[in-house]
């Protein structure tokens, strides 16, 4: 399940990673050289999750205490193409 958010605050996507769990995962841009892995601290990250799940900035007496930011990670999107779509000579396609 994916949940797009774009405000003032923040521009991201929520990812469901487990439901069941409650475990979601908020993609944000990150556009270096105007940007440093050390913007990215735990109130900061936790503050944009809020304004992405509340569109405005959150107050303490909105703070949303089951909300827990377990990590801060960089990723970099990737991609790889197959050498061949075909197993064998059953000429069944793999996509």
């Known amino acids: 399940m994916l949940h797009f958010v774009f405000n003032s605050l923040v ?3 929520f990812v469901c990673h487990n439901a069941e769990e409650g475990e979601w995962v908020l993609q944000i841009p990150y556009f270096p ?8 601290t735990h109130d ?13 900035k959150a107050s303490e007496s909105e703070n949303m205490r089951g909300i827990e930011v377990l ?4 990723w970099t999107m990737a991609a790889t193409v197959a050498q061949s779509f ?3 000579d059953s000429k069944r396609i793999i996509l």
């Open 86 to 88: 075909f197993v064998g």
């Open 44 to 56: 900061r990250v936790r503050e944009m999750v809020l304004a992405g799940l509340l569109d405005h």
């Open 33 to 40: 050289p105007f940007q440093e892995p050390k913007d990215f």
């Open 11 to 13: 521009v991201g996507a």
């Open 71 to 74: 990590s801060i990670k960089p």
